[in-house]
Structures are given as structure tokens and as C-alpha cells.
């Protein structure tokens, strides 16, 4: 197995809607704001080579969406699911699978494009089977009032009419030891329904792919959850069961958005977990 991280391009958010309740007097030494109080988002993806698959992790945000939609975000970098791929020697026809952790724009924008004369869309993986959870869907494809302008039918619809959606099923415990993508997988509801978070057996290692369960290392502290929660409580009780066992068990957590530290590690202080090492991918990934 060989695991690649993926860029798939940067931008930015409001650093109070990324820390809810948390006074900007303390997200700010860990996730420093500029001018408009805008804070550095990634969006690394994962990309795993193993046998004959190459299975992607989510996919950002895509470049379907008006200059309008792309202005609210601050888009900065030159990063692109095509350019990191050919960086790797691959390009998206040689994607087997997409794996999303779940289907709000800045994860799964890039799994869908437009068709060549722009009237419609197209799956941007030909040869993929694309990933999701059957009640994920359904709060996807029927979404609440909250998180509706993060569902977009554009980015989720094409999957389905391209006959390349799969569904991995949900066990009664909420987590998948070995999933039919060959790692295991910890379900989460407090962020959105069902969010999947990769466990990958990666040599003598356990890696992690985060996801919105843990947005930066600035969000290790349990109260530290984002404005975009549905279910913020849920979401610390879920932290706090995944983050113990991260330390107890040694887990490298890959963090999809946070954009100055790829891989990181925890330890047990007396204030509760925290950071204990950040690594580049290349140390980790190698």
C-alpha cells in the first residue's frame, strides 16, 4: 500500500463560524486570522494505492461554481486534484473509488463537472465507484434547512444518475472494522449525519483521515467544535471517545482542513488531550 496526500486546493473561512462558542481571544493563537477574520482552510485529500485500486478520499471543492460562489471562500494557492495527481504519476481516469466522508460542497464539489458544452454535468472520475452511506444520502438529498446551502444538487445528484453510487452499510456500533475499501471506518453524527472517518492500516501505523470530526489542530479541545455542527454536543461526546483512543492506540490524524499542519499526534496533559507532535506528510506518507 502507498498513500499519497492529495491538494485539492486552499481557501477560507470565518474563524468564528469555525469555532462556534470559543472566544477569538483563544482560536486566534493557534488559527490566526487576517483583516476580515478569515482563517487558512485545506482541502488535503488522501489518495491510497493498494493492489489494482486507487481510491480517493473526498475531492474539495471543485471548479464548477460561479466566481460569485468561489468569492465568499478566498480561494488562495495554486493547488488542484489534477495537479497533485499528475505530481503522483496519476491521473483521474486511473481513480477506482471516491470515498466521501460526507457530501457537503468543500468535500465532495470535485467529484462532479461540467460536461463538455457546459449543459450539464458529469461525474469527474469515469472509472469510479463513488462511496457514501445510505442515511447519509437521504440527509443529503433531502436537507434541513441549516445545512442546505452546503448541499448542493449539483455536486451530488450526477453520482447517482451516472449509475456509479455505492452505499457502505452502518453497523448498529457505528463503526465498520474492515469496510469494503479494506480500512475501517468510524461513523459520526455530530457534525452531519453520518460522516464517515477513515481508519487506515498503513504499515505498523493507524491512519486517520479527519475530516470535519477534528477541522484543525486548534479544535483538540473538546468545547472547540465549529459553528457548522448540527449536533455540537454530539459532536464533543464523539471527540472525546475518538480522541482517547487516538492517544491510548497511537493514531496519526491526517487533517483534511487544516493548512500548516498535515499529520498530527495527541497526548494526555492534565487539561485533557492535546497536541502532542505535527508532521509533514512526507515524514508520515513515506
Known sequence: MN?????????????????????????????????????????????????????????????????????????????????????????????????MTHLHFDHCGGSVIWNKDRTGYEIAFKNAKFWTNENHWEWATQPNPREKASFLKENIIPMQESGHLHFIARPENGFVEKSELNFGIFFADGHTEKQMIPMITYKDKTICFMADLLPTAGHIPLPYVTGYDTRPLLSMDEKDVFLKRAVAENFYLFLEHDAHNPIITLQNTEKGVRLKEVFSCEEILK
Open 3 to 99: 498513500l499519497y496526500p492529495i491538494e485539492a486546493g486552499n481557501f477560507k473561512l470565518d474563524g468564528g463560524a469555525m469555532f462556534g462558542v470559543v472566544p477569538k481571544t483563544i482560536w486566534n493563537k493557534t488559527n490566526p486570522a487576517d483583516a476580515n477574520n478569515l482563517i487558512d482552510i485545506a482541502a488535503r485529500c488522501l489518495l491510497i494505492e493498494e493492489g489494482n485500486r486507487l481510491i480517493l478520499i473526498d475531492t474539495g471543492m471543485g471548479d464548477k461554481q460561479s466566481d460569485k460562489f468561489f468569492g465568499y471562500y478566498n480561494l488562495w494557492g495554486n493547488h488542484s486534484i489534477d495537479k497533485s495527481l499528475k505530481e503522483k504519476g496519476f491521473h483521474r481516469d486511473d481513480i477506482t473509488d471516491v470515498f
